[in-house]
Each structure stands twice: as structure tokens, then as C-alpha cells.
């Protein structure tokens, strides 16, 4: 597996568990970004 393949698995596997979060207060149109790279990617 390349590190392309891996970060795919990666990203998918941290969708999926964003999906697992049971917050009462979480609006529909919300979106979970990082701090740092992940910051920058998200914007």
C-alpha cells in the first residue's frame, strides 16, 4: 500500500467516526476542522 492508499483509509475511517458523535447541540450544517494543516485544508 502506498501513502496516497493510506491516507485515503485514513480519511475515510475519520469520516466514518465523525458520523459515531452523539452531541445533542451539533447543527446540520456543521463542519469539523483541525487546527494547524488540518485548519488549512479545511478552509
Known amino acids: ?3 496516497i492508499e ?3 483509509l485514513d480519511f475515510d ?3 466514518q467516526e ?5 452531541n ?3 447543527l446540520d ?5 483541525g487546527s494547524g494543516d ?3 485544508v479545511g478552509l
Open 1 to 3: 500500500m502506498n501513502s
Open 6 to 8: 493510506s491516507l485515503k
Open 13 to 15: 475511517s475519520q469520516i
Open 18 to 22: 465523525l458520523n459515531k458523535i452523539c
Open 24 to 26: 445533542d447541540k451539533v
Open 29 to 33: 450544517d456543521c463542519i469539523y476542522i
Open 38 to 40: 488540518s485548519y488549512v
